[in-house]
Nanobody
């Protein structure tokens, strides 16, 4: 059973930086893909940044050039470095992991409980 725990959120002013962490209960190399999503009040959850086991990175247009996704396998942790934060970045940020196919071909999705990021103008 997989657990994902996010941390690092907080209240900051526009232009500041934060680094979010996602601690997984097993090796991040065991997943086919991992990423970060966010959800603002009254809005749908949206993709922020993802990577696949093949090394492909994907960023939302709104965060390109400002956010960077990375990982540390020794710590079973994925990070999201957020620079030049804007008020529109305010949301709950969620960690996501996609399993490799099981023996019967099923793919499992896992989510953390989220960490709040609030950016004031």
């Amino acid at each position: 059973q997989v657990q994902l725990v996010e941390s690092g959120g907080g209240l900051v002013q526009a232009g500041a930086s934060l680094r979010l962490s996602c601690a997984a209960s097993r090796s991040i190399f065991s997943f086919n893909a991992m990423g970060w999503y966010r959800q603002a009040p009254g809005k749908e959850r949206e993709l922020v940044a993802t990577y696949t086991s093949g090394g492909t990175l994907n960023y939302a247009d709104a965060v390109k050039g400002r956010f960077t996704i990375s990982g540390d396998n020794a710590k079973n942790t994925v990070y999201l470095q957020m620079n030049s934060l804007k008020p529109e970045d305010t949301a709950v940020y969620y960690c996501n992991a996609e399993s490799r196919p099981t023996l019967n071909g099923r793919i499992l999705l896992y989510w953390g409980q989220g960490t709040q990021v609030t950016v004031s103008s």
